[in-house]
């Protein structure tokens, strides 16, 4: 996977700043202070002119993942919550497998500080990641707007922010939005339940809030069903434009689709 925001921290991957790697950045005069070790004497032979060769940095990006465990995410079969968990340990594992740093959290309603996993880094790591991110279930009601912004208040660097959820929450916009002016990129992952997907209800229903329990009677028909088709659609255009503008991506997926088959779109940039 290619994370166009790198932490400035050593790491396995080229930068574009100068540093002390193999692969050679650039030429620049020679100054007062220089290495002389850093001469590029065949330069000098050729020109006569003083020079000195800097190489790429080698950097890491800081993987941040950020999974909602509210009770909305109960649903489906298998639950949303599930496949969320599922595709936030493949995407670590790989992140951490390429050599970038990795911290995860879940994003459930809380009013303290984010209980976060401690900064991962290295394939001898993958096992405390998975073990991490298999330690909770969904629960409650959940704010992922407030949880997100409380888990990247104190970030001294730009970091690639994988958020998992369904996105269906009032002011999970704006969190974003906030995000992304901050420097983040937003790689946003919605995972909807096959019946979110394509809804087959027609009828009159009492429908249960997962994460209140407030109650409120529907009738499912050709133009309500069509309403929130549309509702939904706009929702995804409006997470789309956010990732994009921040250099990421937005991939929608059913809890039931398959890993072999997703995995290919997000490493591919969410299939852009």
């Known amino acids: 996977m290619r994370f166009p925001v790198r932490s400035g921290g050593a790491g396995a991957r080229a930068g574009k700043h ?22 590029d004497w065949a330069a000098y032979a050729r ?14 990006a800081w993987v941040r993942l950020v999974v ?41 309603a809380l009013a303290g500080p984010m209980a976060t996993s401690d900064v991962l ?25 407030d949880s997100a912004l409380r888990f990247m208040a104190h970030a001294k660097t730009r970091t690639a922010v994988v958020v998992l ?21 937003l790689y946003l ?7 979110e997907v394509q809804p ?7 429908l249960e809030d997962a994460e209140t329990g407030d109650t409120l009677p529907f009738t499912a028909d050709e133009e309500s069903v069509t309403r929130y088709l ?16 921040s250099r990421g991506w937005l991939v929608t997926t059913a809890s039931d689709e398959s890993l072999s088959l997703l995995l290919p779109r997000l490493v591919n940039g969410g299939g852009r």
């Open 165 to 185: 959820s369904d996105f269906l929450e009032d002011g999970v916009l704006e969190a974003l939005s906030r995000l992304a002016a901050r420097g983040h990129v």
């Open 47 to 60: 020109s006569q002119s003083t020079v000195i060769k800097r190489f790429r940095a080698e950097e890491d």
């Open 189 to 195: 992952v919605q995972v909807l339940a096959p019946e």
């Open 68 to 108: 909602d465990a509210s009770g909305s995410m109960a649903f489906g079969e298998p639950t949303k919550f599930t496949h969320a968990q599922r595709i936030a340990a493949a995407l670590g594992y790989l992140a951490l497998a390429q050599g970038e740093r990795v911290d995860s959290c879940f994003a459930p």
């Open 230 to 245: 549309q509702t939904l659609a706009d929702l995804q255009g409006r997470l789309r434009e956010l990732a994009l503008a």
């Open 18 to 39: 100068g540093g002390s790697s193999a692969e050679f950045l650039e030429h620049r005069e020679y100054a007062p202070g220089d290495d002389a070790r850093r001469i």
């Open 121 to 145: 880094r290295g394939a001898s790591s993958r096992g405390r990641l998975l073990r991490g991110l298999s330690g909770q279930g969904p629960r409650g009601p959940g704010r992922l707007a």
């Open 200 to 206: 087959q209800l027609f009828g009159d229903f009492l």
